[in-house]
C-alpha cells in the first residue's frame, strides 16, 4: 500500500509546484506531498554541508511523523536561484542524491527535471 504522504525538495518558483505534486501523486500513490522550498535547491543539496542538514531535519519530519516513503530533488529550466545550463542541473541532482543517500532514511530518492513547459521528467531513482 502507497504511503498518504511523499516528499519533495522543490524550487520557490511557484511554476513548478504544481507540475511536481501532480506527478509526485500519480508516481508514488501519495493523496499529499509534503513540499521543501529552496531557491535552487539542488544546488544548495549539492553544495552547502549547513543548508542540507536544514533539509535533512524537513525531511525527517515528513518520513517521521507522515510516514513519507519517498523524496524528491527537483532542478528546473529557467531557475533564477540556480542560473545554469541543464547539464550543470543534472550534475547538482546526481550529487545531491548521493548527498541523501548517505543519510540512510529508507525513503526511495529520486531526482527530476522540470522543462520551461512545466513537463515533469524523472531522472534518476534509486528505490529504499
Do not use: Y
Request: proline share 2%; glycine share 4%.
Amino acid at each position: 500500500m502507497a504511503s498518504k504522504f511523499a516528499t519533495v525538495i522543490n524550487c520557490m518558483d511557484g511554476r513548478v509546484q504544481q507540475p511536481v505534486n501532480d506527478w509526485m501523486k500519480k508516481k508514488t500513490g501519495a493523496e499529499f506531498i509534503d513540499v521543501i522550498t529552496e531557491a535552487g535547491p539542488d544546488k544548495i543539496m549539492a553544495s552547502t554541508a549547513t543548508a542540507s542538514r536544514l533539509i535533512l531535519n524537513r525531511i525527517l519530519v515528513s518520513r517521521d511523523i507522515h510516514h513519507s516513503k519517498a523524496v524528491a530533488i527537483v532542478a528546473h529550466a529557467d531557475c533564477a536561484g540556480n542560473p545554469v545550463s541543464k547539464s550543470a542541473h543534472l550534475e547538482h541532482l546526481r550529487k545531491a542524491s548521493k548527498i541523501i543517500d548517505t543519510w540512510n532514511l529508507g525513503m526511495t530518492i529520486m531526482t527530476i527535471w522540470v522543462d520551461k513547459q512545466g513537463q515533469v521528467e524523472l531522472i534518476s531513482e534509486l528505490k529504499l
